[in-house]
């Protein structure tokens, strides 16, 4: 495996998207909750960044937002050092195939009235990369072997499918266009735990074939700890702690990463038998607004004084 | 001593319109008061439908029990009225379901839910209901009980609406709680809470119960039995320990393997178990896992294996296969 670049591909500084705030017809405001609240990473080329929170802590919108699915409310995007924040739709065009994403719900991200295989071919068509008809069946063939897919499949549709394998097909469009990055918005959590680490070695090779740069959005720390090089914690909008996964998993510093690693159930009755979870008050430890990232070593940082 | 629950035989389908879903295959297990009994398995495995089907919650067609007893308490329920089912429900056999959001009454307060089947079940007056309300928001450790009781469910949050819905389903002392899925569309740090709250009632007040799960650690904390489902069947079954740390399945096995016990990006790749989830539809023959086991052999594919005793293991520990998972692991150490 070769060791991410030191370039960030992708950096976000000081995002924020807040929802509501809007003035109300007669009068006063819509409460106004800021879902992310001033959040800044880089992502290296070739690595994958963690992100991990309670639901609700803007996990997902963080990657929506980072992927301009949804405009931000204030901050920065760049991707290969250029500002894509606030690019007119056409413009975003060309980023559009350098940057996927893979929903939760296999089931609901697929199009039941077409065939998988003019689901995987469509991100060629819509880009004008498809070429001739047998050019293009080659290429959606090859896609589908890649992710595991046997290609006859190519003709069947979605109901026909296992969800691990329409996950497969997800992926296999994501991965259509050659992108270098793609937004993985816990890809794993809707499948069966027997279909789980076949995904998770796909993710993994994939990133080692071809070099992808990966969002990974999960609530699931274990699996977290083995397929990120770092590791970013989101409480009520905020970063808390970000850092190299050893570092958050072994010498965690916020109170509530402590919390989150130490509810983790571990499939061993003689470790989970005497597992304290430390208890955690979100309203109590909540940081205050000037806080910012201070380090504490190498790359770790924590959110707080 | 009689055990609690006793299911023989059970094997409930569904009459699909793309075939007879065989859910639910010969399904034998014994329950014993007091016993904490963690059911693992996917979707599909027939976890929540044999649990379900036990006391007439599966919608009759397109579900049907085909055959089986379920001795509880001395008697079968799958023989009850529906009216006699209804004294069972909630007041001898508790629920808790997974999504507390849906499972609750968006419009009636808290305790009117709560009291609901006090009132039914023991016929209490509204004061006395309302006494044994807030002892019960207490119980399951929500603060301010008094005032809470009075509120509506989207006041509360998703680890206090699951608090509520365990509150329901102890509330008439039931002698089985079944918890399926509970803790699963809850926030780690909340599951942990609420696994600490059902360990606390069982040495309060020692209720037997039944959870239903996919996850191996949550079983691994909370259960003194573990039972694995596969396709419908039972695959192995037995003192959580003796299953953890030496499974006879082979499907027990590779689940344990592919979760990543604490393991590093790139020290090792995880196991994974080849194939896809079985297809239900089809007529069961065979072990159900066969198609996905590399341990399987001829006999796997064309005969059902009974559920006997693991050879020199503890008392209690059962595996369903034809194959010696412990011969074809130490074959496989050998070769490698």
Known sequence: MTEPHATPLVSVNRLCKTYGGEGRLFGGRTVALKAVNNVSFDIAAGE????VGESGSGKSTT???LLQLEAPTSGDILFRNKNITGLSKAMLKPYRRDMQIIFQDPYASLNPRMTVGEFVAEPLDVHGLAGARSERQDRVASLFKKVGLDPSFMKRYPHEFSGGQRQRVNIARAIALNPAFIVADEPITA??????AQIVNLFQDLQDELGLTYLFIAHDLSMIRYLCHRVAVMLRGRIVEIGPCEAIFENPQHP????????????????????????????????????????VGDRHFVLGG | MAPLLEVRNLTVAFDTPSGTVHA?????????EGETLGIVGESGSGKSVHALSMVGLIATPPGRVVSGEVIFNGRDLLRLSQRELFEVRGKEIGFVFQDPMTSLNPVLTIERQIAEPLRRHFGMTKSQARARVIELLELVGIPDAARRARQYPHEFSGGMRQRVMIAIGISCNPKLLIADEATTALDVTVQAQILDLVRDLKRKIGTT????????GVVAGLADTVQ???GGRIMERGPVRSVFHDPRSAYTWGLLKSLPHGGRRGVNRLY?????????TKEPVGDPFAPRNPFATERCRLETPPLVDAADSTPGHQVAAWYDLRAELARMEVQA
Request: negative net charge; charged residues 20%.
């Open chain 1, 48 to 51: 994958t960044l963690g992100l």
């Open chain 1, 63 to 65: 990657g929506r937002v």
């Open chain 1, 191 to 196: 499948l069966d735990v027997s279909i789980q």
């Open chain 1, 256 to 295: 509530y990463t402590k919390a989150l690693l130490s509810a983790i159930p571990v499939p061993d009755p003689d470790i989970e038998r005497n597992r304290r979870p430390i208890a955690f008050d979100v309203n109590a430890n909540l940081s205050p607004e000037e806080a910012s990232l201070r380090a």
């Open chain 2, 24 to 32: 639910v295959n010969d399904v034998c297990y014994t329950l014993e």
């Open chain 2, 209 to 216: 119960v039944i959870w239903i799960t996919h996850d191996m």
């Open chain 2, 228 to 230: 694995v489902m596969y």
């Open chain 2, 272 to 280: 994974q178990i080849p194939g896809n989830p079985p297809d239900l």
